[in-house]
């Protein structure tokens, strides 16, 4: 007996043993991508669709390199877009530079002229005549960069835009000092509509007519303050000297500007201002969008904490708002994923919806605001609509759940009519979809996949999905004998008992099932999508490589995530801590159980942005499963990150929930590993949300690590961060001291 524990002890250490990081695994961790790297032929189809035509083009990478293929879907027909040869031949003698035929690397390819091909290459524009090779310089590049680009955050008090000319060009209507002006474009005189804008209360300058051109819709406004972003770039490119850098950033609770519609009667100078009492609390209000008889105009209003959404019309003849449509949760409507399409005829309107758990389409009476039908149903998910054909009455969408017996969040692509009948799925194989129409609607390309099959690209028929010709078929033997393994998917039953939470497994390229591997979670716990990937990827660039060094990596959609139902996201509302762990554990020790090999007792856990925060969250609130975490660039505290994403799912006003979710004010609760990083640069969410995070751990005398970096912004870590991030792992979860970076390098 004692023998027997003696083999057992040495058996388990050889178990641990052979599962640590060499220095071998962390060479082949950092050279993986390029490893598999163009590994994969006839893959990575994109069509672009000509014109209003049947043919596309597209470029795939093949054996022989990379090929330009034009595509006929009336005639069935393939061939190369152009001489790949003479092309290459051309552009040799025309910039002195060898072009190799089998790796031109085009962009922004124009190819609507049946006679030219044109192009950009080298920094230079150049056009291609097909028939005689003709190649000529059409001058430099325009510079796309004139303009400086926008910061997402900025905030328009849409104090500037273009003028308004009405329909009919009598008048070109605009905002000066505050007020709404008009100009006679044939007398040049200028007509004054408002004099009460001031700059406590001014008018909109986005104007809006009426399809009679006597009338102007527009916005007053009341300013709010913008709280602004403080940043400190320590080491800027261009001077010694540190830089002081702003963005606007509204945090949750900030005031924000409320709005009020106003219709002018251009003739009378009547202005009629609504009442506020159907749109009081504003987190948005925008629109305008007029009646063909220009009697009336919709417009849309946002209740602050996202519980009311309504669809809102005002009257041109006496001012009066009535609601058209109203949407309604007690939790958070999800007002970023709702699509609405006003008809034609005047009197329709398709609206979407969550209203019965699932996401579907309505048709809805624009006159008596009342659902005719509704034209999707059941326990599954309308991703996205593609097309609504009023001629026909028809709309094409995409979707997810509606198959049984498989992943719920394969997206697929159905046309059905208005009237809920004749649901038809165009792309019916197993997979997940992504579909290109031509203008007409006649044709799709459609490209499938899932994580372990490659893809395929076939045309249909866009009216009954029926399959014309196979375009490509994904050839990854050459990935394969690299030595890629396909990531598994792997389902188990979430905190109900009853519902099957889906995640993948991925493995070293090395995987042996006699070892013992410690288990690591990469996690995006949302809420506002679902975060595992579907389709094929040769090179999962946060999953791939760890897993080299001697891990099994996971990524799960747990409970909190989209796509599934509202009751499925609900449960993070006012609660985002929640993450879906619950599910996540289960699952988790689920596959532990299927695969011993697996070391449930070492499980560490990395995110960033939402998921470093989440996985912050994982060892304060679940240290008995998580024992090490690496935080990226983390909201950590709910109050100081970006007002529209945290008011949504926490709620306003700001409450107590806030407090409860903070890692600020809940960091003394500290047992395990954890690595913060953080980019000085980051005007996503604000940097001093992970300095706050450090300094409650200081001040709770609780030993963490903290990598602040230089000129970066908004970021995983990049490679510093990568081997930051390998070598934590590696200590914390296999207690072993990482090897110096000079020996991998």
């Known amino acids: 007996m004692k023998r027997f524990t003696i083999l057992s002890f040495f058996s388990f250490l050889g178990l641990i043993l052979l599962a640590q990081a060499t220095v071998e695994d ?145 008048f070109t209507a605009y905002v000066k000092d505050y007020n709404v002006v008009l100009k006679n474009n044939t007398t040049a005189e200028e007509i004054q509509l408002t004099t009460d804008g001031t700059s406590e209360n001014y008018y909109s300058a986005y104007l809006s007519w009426s399809p009679d051109s006597r009338k102007l819709a527009v916005m007053k406004i009341v300013p709010a303050e913008i709280r602004k972003l403080y940043m400190i770039e320590s080491s800027p490119a261009d001077q010694l000297q540190p830089k002081l850098l702003t963005r606007d950033y509204r945090k949750p609770g900030d005031q924000l500007p409320q709005k009020t519609p106003v219709i002018i009667d251009i003739d009378t100078k009547k202005a009629l201002v609504a009442n506020n009492s159907l749109f009081e609390n504003q987190y948005s209000l925008w629109g305008f969008d007029w009646s063909s008889d220009s009697k009336t105009t919709l417009f849309e209003f946002n209740q602050r904490g996202h519980q009311a959404y309504r669809l809102l019309e005002m009257s041109a003849e006496s001012g009066n708002v009535r609601t058209v449509i109203e949407e309604t949760s007690n939790t958070f409507v999800n007002y970023n994923r709702y699509f609405n399409r006003k008809l034609k005829n005047g009197t329709e309107i398709i609206w979407m919806s969550e209203r019965d758990n699932y996401n579907h389409l309505y048709l809805y009476d624009r006159t008596t605001g009342k659902v005719k039908n509704q034209i999707t149903k059941g326990q599954w998910y309308v991703r996205e609509v593609i097309d609504v054909d009023e001629k026909n009455r028809e709309i094409i969408f995409s979707a997810n759940g509606m198959v049984a017996n498989e992943d719920p969040y394969l997206i697929r692509y159905y046309r059905i009519g208005f009237d809920g009948k004749g649901l038809t799925c165009l792309t019916p194989e197993t997979g997940t979809h992504q579909a290109w129409f031509s203008d007409d609607k006649r044709f799709l390309v459609d490209v499938y996949s899932m994580v372990d099959k490659a893809p395929v690209a076939v045309l249909r028929n866009a009216r009954n999905g029926k399959v014309i010709m196979t375009i490509e078929t994904a050839d990854i033997s050459a990935l394969e004998k690299a030595g890629w393994r396909a990531p598994e998917t792997f389902a188990a039953k979430g905190r109900d008992g009853k519902t099957d939470i889906w995640g993948i497994i991925h493995r070293p390229t090395n995987f042996d099932p006699a070892k013992k591997y410690p288990i690591i979670e990469y996690i995006y716990a949302g809420p506002g999508s679902h975060y595992v990937p579907k389709n094929f990827i040769a090179f999962n660039n946060n999953l791939s ?150 300094n409650a751990l200081i001040k709770a005398k609780k030993d963490f690590e903290l990598v602040t970096l230089p000129g970066v912004g908004h970021t995983m870590g990049g490679e510093y961060g990568e081997h930051k991030r390998f070598d934590f792992f590696v200590k914390h979860l296999m207690n072993v001291n990482p090897t110096t970076w000079n020996e991998v390098k």
């Open 26 to 170: 962390y060479k082949r961790a950092f050279s993986l991508n390029e490893k598999f790297r163009d590994k994969v032929f006839y893959s990575g189809v994109n069509p672009q669709w000509i014109g209003k035509g049947h043919t596309f083009w597209y470029v795939s990478n093949t054996p022989e390199g990379r090929i330009y293929t034009l595509v006929d879907a009336l005639k069935k027909t393939k061939k190369p877009l152009f001489d790949h040869q003479k092309l290459a031949e051309a552009l040799t003698k025309a910039t002195d530079k060898k072009t190799d035929a089998t790796k031109l690397y085009l962009q922004n390819i124009k190819a609507e002229n049946r006679d030219t091909l044109y192009f950009e290459y080298e920094q230079k524009q150049w056009s291609f005549v097909y028939k005689t090779a003709e190649l000529k310089n059409e001058g430099p590049v325009r510079d796309r960069n004139r303009r400086p680009q926008r910061y997402w955050g900025t905030v328009d008090e849409e104090k500037e835009s273009r003028p308004a000319q009405s329909p009919d060009k009598a």
């Open 545 to 694: 490589a760890i897993a080299e060094l001697g891990f099994i990596v996971i990524q799960i959609d747990g409970m909190g995530t989209s796509f599934r139902s509202k009751s499925f996201e609900d449960v993070i509302h006012k609660n985002l801590k929640d993450a879906g762990f619950a599910d996540r554990i289960l699952w988790t020790k689920a596959a532990a159980e299927k695969y011993p090999y697996m070391d449930i007792d070492k499980v560490g856990i990395f995110g960033a942005s939402a998921g470093g925060q989440a996985a912050m969250w994982a060892v304060l609130f679940h240290p008995e499963h998580y024992k090490a975490a690496y935080s990226a660039c983390g909201c950590h505290d709910n109050r100081m990150d970006k007002i529209w994403w945290n008011e949504q799912w926490m709620g306003y006003p700001v409450g107590p929930e806030y407090a409860a979710c903070s890692n600020v004010d809940n960091a003394h609760l500290l047992t395990r590993p954890l690595m913060l990083v953080v980019g000085e640069l980051d005007d996503n969410v604000d940097p001093a949300s992970t300095y706050q995070v450090a």
